[in-house]
C-alpha cells in the first residue's frame, strides 16, 4: 500500500468530506469523479 487515508473528515461552511477512507496500491489508477465543490480537490490537497 502507498497511500492510507482513515476517517478523513473536512469542512468549510458545510462539511465537505466526512468520514472518508482511501486506501491506494502500487500500479492502481483511480479517478475522483463528483459535481462541483464536493471535495474532491481537498481530498487530494489533504493526501499531499
Not at 7 to 30: Q, R, T
Amino acid at each position: 500500500m502507498i497511500l492510507e487515508l482513515k476517517n478523513i473528515s473536512h469542512s468549510f461552511d458545510k462539511a465537505i468530506l466526512k468520514k472518508v477512507n482511501l486506501k491506494l496500491f502500487p500500479s492502481e489508477i483511480i479517478g475522483l469523479f463528483g459535481k462541483s465543490g464536493a471535495g474532491k480537490s481537498t481530498l487530494l490537497k489533504i493526501a499531499a
